[in-house]
């Protein structure tokens, strides 16, 4: 799952003199190591800072936040299309607000301190905590628990330790946990996932 996708608007900024310019484009598709953008029709206007070589930021905007980087133009605008690099490793996540989540149906294994292993379904995944559905079993409230969330090939398998927060008074297999601990690497996987799918 790539954090960018085609049809995503994209900002191109540069400067022009002492002044910055922000041109609003259109992701036309997503290749290994570069972003084919689609120009506005006025593009002609900023030719010479979208040649072969110039060096751009790019922003682009998801239902979670924008993302950010810097790139340099592959193919300028006077040729068949324009490209410009794209480093997935060089992303900055810029969240629109401090704990972005998502909603989305994942597996989600749980274990106790006696080893007893639940089964249960992801309904909204967070950088600070999950809510999620247990049938058949009573988790205990403020109770630290091991969980593993099954994503897809490119996550794999996050794992954490959270507490169960609270549960939904109408549905009580429904529960609301928070992460006590998980690894940097976890974190920033999840925070990816929230990305690739928002």
């Not at 570069?34 to 682009?60: D, H, W």
């Not at 989600?108 to 967070?126: F, H, P, R």
């Amino acid at each position: 799952m790539n954090l960018v996708r085609e049809g995503q608007k994209l900002n191109l900024i540069f400067n022009k003199g002492d002044k910055t310019v922000e041109i609003t484009c259109v992701v036309a598709g997503v290749e290994f190591d570069r972003l084919i953008v689609e120009l506005p029709k006025s593009f002609m206007r900023y030719i010479e800072f979208l040649a072969t070589g110039c060096e751009v930021s790019v922003r682009v905007f998801s239902t979670a936040g924008i993302l950010a980087f810097n790139s340099i133009i592959i193919n300028g605008g006077l040729e068949d299309f324009f490209s410009i690099e794209y480093d997935e490793d060089a992303v900055r996540m810029e969240p629109y607000t401090e704990s972005p989540s998502v909603e989305e149906i994942l597996d989600l294994m749980i274990k106790d301190k006696a080893g007893k292993v639940y089964t249960a379904k992801t309904i909204e995944i967070g950088t600070k905590g999950l809510k999620f559905v247990c049938e058949g079993s009573k988790l205990e409230l403020e109770t630290a628990y091991n969980f593993t969330l099954i994503t897809n090939e490119e996550f794999g398998n996050i794992e954490f330790t959270g507490l169960i927060n609270s549960y939904d008074e109408v549905f009580p297999e429904e529960y609301v946990m928070s992460y006590t601990k998980i690894s940097g690497v976890d974190r920033q996987n999840i925070l990816r996932f929230i990305y690739s799918v928002g």
